[in-house]
């Protein structure tokens, strides 16, 4: 290569590659019919709270919180790989060049996040916070500047600090976005100024001891191959992805679970899949975080067919991509030198999303009689969590 912008530019088109193999699998699988039924209970709810929403609700404290979370989470996306850490270094002189593209791009791909964010808030800001469409365009504007300024404020802190104490660095910043919007949106507009000239400072530092220190090409290939890993493991709930394995967890404190199946010839399969679900982070932690949110949904969602509908969606997810998760595996395992019946593993996993969705029904169903206004309407939520899964289950081909 003569330079480095042919290096990014060959593993750019290699990254949109990747990105379109795997995103066409998660955009046309179950996960676009979440979506789809998420999105809109969550619109519906909004516009609805929207109508009876309190006058002194505090939407400028939310909107600034909200947006200052999504602003400040701004890793680079560097596309290096383990050997640059060798090869680059005769083009360490260089490398300004190709840092330029990659926060270029990193830039692009992440403010069309914080831009839907704002977006999503505007109706907030104009019928409870009052604002004019002048001011709207101005934070906006201010939006689009801060996202820049804080990507270009984690790179030279990480560069800087070699990636240490990170969250302290996005501490400080999620208080000066937060600072900048909030007295903005209040008409504090002196102090919302000086937390800017304040931002700006603390630029201009970290780009001055950035120079002081060698680039650290460790840091920055643990940064973006961690990236990557999160995209692959997250596209590996739809679709098997070859360079990838699940980590293993031992989790002792849920051992008093694997008494569901007894020592029986009969049970051999169920406790292989009730272990590998225990044990495996990424089946695990997938249901628990779908039960999270379908809690969160039941509590907070004050219309009980959005409540359904929202929790029916997630039950739905839960259901098929566990299925798919535990009946995809192509490891070798010690029950196929066993004269098993074929549909054995089937029956297994069946059996344990029964028993985990009726977990998911029951914990739903606590919720809404502990935190929830209690109705009639309401405890037809925890029944259509397990209808649903059960209705995926008996449909489902696989």
Not at 152 to 159: I, T
Not at 370 to 392: C, D, G, Q
Request: glycine share 4%; no cysteine; proline share 4%.
């Amino acid at each position: 290569m003569k330079n480095l912008r042919e290096v990014w530019n060959k593993r750019f088109v290699f990254y949109i590659n990747e990105l379109q193999k795997y995103l066409k699998y998660i955009a046309t699988g179950h996960i676009a019919v979440v979506f789809v039924f998420a999105i809109g209970a969550a619109g519906y709810a909004y516009s609805e709270w929207l109508k009876t929403a309190p006058s002194d609700f505090p939407a400028f404290l939310l909107v600034a919180f909200v947006l200052s979370l999504f602003l400040t989470i701004s890793p680079p996306v560097t596309l290096m790989k383990h050997a640059d850490g060798v090869y680059f270094l005769p083009l360490e002189t260089k490398l300004p060049d190709y840092f330029k593209l990659a926060l270029r791009w990193t830039y692009f791909s992440s403010v069309f996040v914080s831009v839907a964010v704002f977006v999503v808030t505007i109706p907030l800001l104009t019928k409870i916070g009052g604002l004019s469409k002048n001011e709207i365009l101005i934070l906006f504007i201010i939006l689009l500047v801060l996202k820049k300024w804080s990507i270009q404020v984690e790179f030279n802190y990480r560069w800087a600090a070699t990636g240490k104490y990170v969250w302290v660095d996005r501490f400080v910043r999620f208080l000066l976005i937060f600072s900048v919007f909030y007295f903005l949106m209040s008409g504090y507009y002196i102090v919302s100024i000086g937390a800017a000239v304040i931002g700006l400072i603390y630029l201009i530092v970290w780009q001055k001891k950035k120079k002081e220190v060698a680039y650290p090409f460790d840091h920055f290939i643990e940064v973006e191959q961690s990236r990557m890993m999160r995209f692959y493991r997250f596209a590996n709930m739809f679709t098997d992805v070859p360079h990838i394995r699940g980590k293993k967890k031992r989790r002792k404190w849920l051992d008093v679970f694997y008494k569901l199946a007894p020592y029986t010839q009969k049970n051999a399969q169920f406790y292989l899949v009730l272990r590998t679900f225990i044990r495996t982070d990424d089946y695990f932690y997938l249901w628990v975080r779908l039960t999270f949110l379908s809690v969160i949904g039941a509590i907070f969602i004050p219309f009980p067919i959005v409540a359904i509908i929202f929790t029916g969606a997630l039950a739905f997810a839960s259901a098929i991509q566990i299925q798919h998760a535990l009946l995809s595996g192509h490891e070798f395992r010690m029950d196929l030198l066993f004269p098993i019946d074929s549909n054995a593993r089937k029956i297994a996993v069946n059996r344990l999303l029964r028993i985990i969705q009726f977990v998911q029904a029951l914990l739903v169903l606590l919720a809404i009689l502990i935190f929830s206004e209690f109705t009639n309407l309401m405890l037809i939520v925890p029944l259509a969590i397990y209808v649903i899964s059960e209705v995926t289950l008996r449909m489902s081909k696989k």
